[in-house]
């Protein structure tokens, strides 16, 4: 299957170091003589350097495209004994294909956020943070080896602290930014673990090496207190727990609503289209190691799918626009771990594709909204909305682009890459694919719900919020806004043309292009279907469409046609709808398990004994010390000649005892 | 050691900068000119680089070798000399020096350090360590407006007279004993000779003393305080490093038969230099003190490579020099920066608020004080790393701790400047004495601690090849 390894070549493309270079050195020439010089024009460079890396990357797209796989060191890194890593590039279908569709977004991003940040007191700094996050990102995607994926890993996982914590003098962004990096510790304490066991089986960091030598360790097995545990499974599950924490899937899933205190710009980029998925991304870039182990793809299959629908139960109950569509980007990122889980990684990767795009236009398109309704006490909250869609043309049309893209509608690009998973699930030769592909279909009619709740609360009906805005009309956001908006459109519609299947007439592009990357997954017809295989793919196409079109019209029936039925869940269920209202209470049952139990050890333990008498004493003590050593020793630099030549002299004494003593 | 054997082309870049320095010492009177001075100057360093390159595997008998271990020395010195003409012209003028003069004289020097880097014989190095010395204790007394410059040049010469016969000393007892003064000749008469043991101690109290090792340093904050701050810059690292350079050859060549022997004499001064050098430049207020007690805590880093006694101990010491001419060169050049008349720009808290008037050479002290440090991705950062792993490697775990320990107390007083410059309002203000010259020294060494803190790897090797 990777015979084709031979094609990566070390001598070539070397010019896609510039790919990430250039939003570097935007990013800190912005941060440097951001706050002082640049000022209010902080966009500029940025804007410019990630549209140079877009082109860049077009250019490396073009090339892989025909032919030409590079993975080199572009230096060396850490050389010590036994450890050779370098900073490297590895250019394939996969990483470039990430290249282009984090360079693509994050200019069009860029060039939003110019509108929608414009006169924001912290504006250098904001440009300065989302280019170190496109380097990090593009960093991460590119890296050749597991400590510079690590790397870029930590480093988006830092800016996006940065980014929800941006204003950080509201309390809510400063707590949501220390969750999601509290959170994100214990998946990647997992990851890095997983790494180290990496080089300790492989003795190497490089994918190359490891991935090309993968099946020694096959058989391996560890001794842990006593059980036998296959390595490659330990070594899958330790690197899912990063992809769990990074990519927010159950159980480490709460960081990601509360997350949305950050910028609307941000949550497009970061946490809708690009880092987010980097756990996805890593699954598949590492596919070797997780079918070493059944276990370990039954873990992500489980994972995805819980989350899926877990997600899709707890959207349709919030009001808060952006946090609707995140627990979206929850649901849909568990639609491409299930991909994972069963064994279609390239499918889950073009769900990972074209979600970037239509998620990203519906963070957009909110945050266009949320710009409009800026002087409302709340500005996300649905219920004062309504009615906008004769305010806002351009954003009512391609916010609604996007919901029917992820409602699954035929010919837009959330419908190829859905299609593609519940095909890949149910063929799949896993036992538990027919499960995932259930739970799929019918969270496809969930997603469809939710999405057109949000644009019939949003755009249709009255407008809502005369009160609260004072009277004053909402209007459509500046040009520099809505460009990008119909640049993203396209491809929320036109993303799935690359992979359309071959059974609608299409060559699945995507599919082949990745297939030496990631492999094709088999495929199992069930007995009894043997000969009727295409009908039987049609069919599951037409149910999840069907699936999809019942939850449109559902919402239109609830929100528009009959809005009284509205209360009707509360009313009759009002425990079903406390529970998914509060999202199933994981942020109770983890402040009570987690969270107080720690903070009481620390206040007892590390608060009264550690803090007091260790730290205390060596903080406040140490450089007093240090100074009085200091103000001791200083009288001795009398300024006197004679004293310097004493001093001198004493020391050969001390010398002489020395040698006296040793020898 | 037959006469045929003599090869004066061994010995071309030393003539030539003994030829330039005479020309321009003569010519000071002559030409009131001052960029004639400068720019030969600089031409002069650069071809004697080339010279030097030129020169490279020749030997003058058996006194001078001409290796690629010498070559790397005088790369660093030829650099920092180099760097510290490009900073002297607006602070030369402002002081009221002769220009012709004082070039010269750092020529001179450079030619002593030169020849300490590649003598292989005692001799020459004592003789190359005198011409150094001499040389510096003029320069230091340049700015003869200033009473403490001549208090400083006073103490330096002085003490260092102290030093050097120590070193006469050493050299009479191993000479009587063997009767050997070519360094590779004396390692096969080492003995464990009580006599000839002793004869080593003399050494390590006169390198001591040129490295400025603890309790032998007392001289170096009164003289760096006192001297021109350009001067200053040139003599912390380039007479620091030519004392490494002769340190490195003889202990590790004609005594490292010995070596179970004076390393355990060495470790204690080595430990105590890195801690004294740090805790006294916390208390410190004057830049140029802090720096100077900042040179002798990084004399005490760099002494661990040769305690370490292994190739890889003395390559790192070799790279962390290079380094450190890099980042203390930066630092100093900074403050020549900021010295547009008298004493301004010498008290710390000139630099209060520095990042908000002129973010640019803010920023790049903060490089160098990263840098200083010991703070990744800088170069400083590269140079500890490869010295402290050396004596792990070398077997002494505890002195790397250690050392770690005393870069704990070394972050006070360089991030206390970052802190001045970054986080508290400008009280007083603060005017820049800029030339293109400058900020091209800036630049360089900013270029130099980056380049070499994210790319170490190829200077590594080299490095490593050029130890003899």
């Given amino acids: 299957m990777h015979a084709e390894t031979a094609k990566y070549v070390s001598d070539a493309m070397h010019y896609v170091a510039w790919i990430p270079g250039l939003p570097f050195l935007a990013s800190v020439i912005t941060l440097v003589f951001g706050r002082w010089f640049i000022r209010d024009k902080a966009h500029w460079l940025p804007c410019l350097a990630v549209f140079g890396s877009f082109l860049i990357s077009l250019k490396a797209l073009w090339d892989v495209i025909h032919g030409t796989w590079a993975n080199f060191d572009l230096f060396t890194w850490v050389a010590a004994a036994g450890i050779k890593v370098g900073v490297g590039f590895q250019i394939d279908p996969l990483s470039v294909m990430m290249l282009a569709m984090v360079c693509s977004l994050s200019f069009l991003i860029h060039v939003y956020s110019i509108g929608y940040m414009a006169g924001d007191p912290g504006y250098y700094r904001f440009f300065a943070y989302i280019s170190l996050f496109t380097f990090s990102m593009l960093m991460l995607v590119s890296a050749n080896n597991f400590l510079q994926l690590f790397f870029g890993w930590e480093a988006v996982g830092l800016c996006s602290y940065l980014l929800i914590g941006f204003w950080y003098e509201k309390k809510s962004a400063a707590d949501a930014a220390k969750k999601a990096f509290i959170v994100n510790r214990f998946g990647d304490f997992g990851f890095a673990l997983g790494v180290f066991l990496v080089f300790v089986f492989f003795g190497s960091l490089y994918y190359q090496d490891v991935f090309s030598r993968v099946h020694e360790i096959a058989h ?13 499974t330990l070594i899958a599950l330790l690197l899912f727990c990063g992809a769990v924490g990074k990519s927010a899937q159950f159980p480490l899933h709460v960081w990601l609503p509360d997350a949305m205190e ?16 980097a756990g996805v991304f890593m699954v598949a870039r590492c596919h070797q190691i997780f079918e070493l182990s059944p276990v370990a793809m039954a873990v992500v299959a489980a994972a995805g799918t819980f989350t899926c629908f877990m997600a899709a139960t707890i959207a349709p109950t919030q009001f808060d626009i952006k946090r609707v569509i995140a627990f979206s980007t929850l649901s849909q990122l568990g639609y491409m771990f299930m991909a994972c889980g069963v064994g279609a990684f390239a499918a889950g ?10 998620k990203a236009l519906l963070f957009l398109g909110a945050g266009s909204v949320i710009h409009a309704m800026h002087h409302a006490p709340d500005p996300n909250d649905m219920r004062y909305m309504g009615g906008l869609k004769k305010y806002m043309p351009i954003t009512y049309w391609t916010f609604l682009i996007a919901s029917l893209s992820i409602a699954g509608i035929p010919g837009l690009a959330g419908f190829f890459s859905k299609d593609e998973i519940l095909a890949s699930a149910f063929f799949s030769q896993y036992p538990w694919g027919k499960f995932v592909w259930a739970v799929g279909t019918f969270v496809a009619f969930l997603t469809a719900f939710y999405s057109f709740r949000v644009v019939f609360m949003t755009f249709y009906g009255e407008f809502r919020g005369r009160e609260v805005l004072h009277g004053k009309e909402p209007h459509e956001s500046p040009k520099v806004m809505t460009v990008p908006l119909m640049l993203i459109a396209i491809g929320a519609v036109a993303a799935g043309w690359i992979g359309i299947p071959e059974i609608l007439g299409g060559g699945n592009h995507f599919a082949h292009f990745m297939a030496p990357v990631l492999g094709h997954p088999e495929f199992h017809v069930p007995e009894g279907f043997e ?11 037409g149910l999840s469409v069907a699936a999809g079109l019942l939850g449109i019209f559902l919402a239109w029936l609830v929100y528009v046609k009959k809005p009284v039925l509205q209360t009707l869940v509360p009313r009759k269920l009002p425990l079903v709808y406390r529970y998914l209202f509060r999202k199933w209470y994981w942020d109770e049952i983890y402040l009570y398990l987690i969270v107080k139990p ?7 333990f590390v608060g009264l004994i550690v803090d007091t008498f260790v730290i205390e004493n060596t903080v406040n003590g140490l450089p007093a010390t240090v100074r009085v050593v200091g103000g001791g020793l200083r009288r001795f630099q009398s300024g006197v000649v004679q004293h310097y030549a004493l001093i001198m002299a004493f020391g050969v004494v001390a010398l002489f005892i020395l040698f006296h003593y040793y020898f | 050691m037959p006469f045929s054997l003599l090869n004066l082309k061994a010995l071309m870049p030393e003539i030539f900068l003994v030829i330039v320095a005479s020309v321009m010492v003569l010519l000071d009177r002559a030409v009131r000119e001052k960029a004639f001075f400068f720019w030969m100057a600089l031409v002069g360093t650069v071809v004697a680089w080339l010279l030097a390159r030129e020169s490279l595997d020749l030997h003058f008998g058996a006194s001078y070798l001409s290796d690629h271990y010498g070559f790397f020395f005088k790369t660093i010195f030829l650099l920092v000399l180099f760097l510290t003409i490009l900073i002297s012209p607006g602070y030369a003028k402002r002081e009221g020096f002769h220009f012709g003069e004082y070039y010269g004289l750092l020529f001179f020097a450079v030619c002593g350090m030169m020849l300490m880097a590649s003598g292989t014989d005692l001799l020459v190095i004592y003789l190359g360590l005198e011409l150094m010395s001499l040389s510096i204790y003029v320069l230091v007394a340049m700015a003869a407006g200033d009473p403490r410059s001549i208090e400083g040049s006073l103490k330096y010469f002085l003490l260092g007279s102290l030093a050097s016969a120590f070193l006469v000393m050493g050299l009479a007892v191993l000479y009587g004993k063997t009767g050997k003064i070519v360094l590779s000749e004396l390692a096969g008469w080492l003995t464990s000779d009580k006599a000839v043991l002793t004869g080593i101690l003399f050494f390590i109290v006169a390198f001591g003393f040129k490295v400025a090792m603890v309790p032998f340093h007392m001289w170096a904050p009164d003289a760096y305080e006192g001297a021109p701050t350009p001067v200053t810059a040139f003599m912390s690292v380039a007479a620091k490093a030519a004392g490494f350079a002769a340190l490195g050859r003889i202990f590790l060549l004609a005594f490292y038969p010995a070596y179970a022997y004076w390393v355990k004499l060495l470790i204690p001064f080595a430990v105590l230099t890195m801690f004294v050098g740090n805790i ?18 990084h004399a005490g880093y760099i002494l661990l490579g040769i305690v370490s006694g292994t190739k890889e101990g003395l390559s790192a010491s070799m790279l962390y020099l290079l380094i450190y001419a890099f980042m203390n060169i930066g630092a100093f050049a900074t403050v020549v920066l900021m010295q547009r008349e008298g004493r301004v720009g010498e008290s710390i808290f000139d630099y209060q608020g520095l990042a908000k008037l002129y973010p640019v050479p803010a920023f790049l002290m903060l490089l160098f004080m990263f840098s200083l440090t010991g703070i990744p991705p800088t170069a400083g950062f590269i140079g500890k790393f490869y010295l402290f792993r050396s004596v792990v490697h070398a077997g002494y775990p505890i002195i790397a701790i250690l050392a770690v320990l005393a870069s704990v107390i070394a972050a006070y007083p360089y991030l206390r400047i970052v802190m001045l410059m970054y986080m508290r309002e400008p009280e007083r203000e603060i005017k820049l004495a800029p030339s293109p010259y400058i900020w091209l020294a800036l630049g360089l060494s900013a270029l130099g601690v980056i380049t070499i803190g994210i790319y170490p790897g190829s200077l590594l090797t080299s490095v490593l090849a050029s130890v003899f």
């Fill in chain 1, 262 to 277: 950050g910028p609307t710009p941000v949550s497009a980029l970061i946490h809708a289209a690009t880092m987010v998925t």
């Fill in chain 1, 349 to 358: 990767m073009f769900h990972l594709f074209t979600h970037a795009y239509f």
């Fill in chain 1, 220 to 232: 391996e097995t560890l001794n842990i207190f006593g059980h036998e545990v296959a390595v490659a």
């Fill in chain 2, 280 to 297: 006294l430049a916390v208390v410190q207020t004057n830049i140029k003190r802090m720096l100077a007690y900042s040179s002798v805590a």
């Fill in chain 1, 598 to 604: 720690t903070l009481w050890v620390a206040n007892i």
């Fill in chain 1, 531 to 541: 000969h009727a295989e295409k009908t039987l793919e049609f069919g599951l196409m």
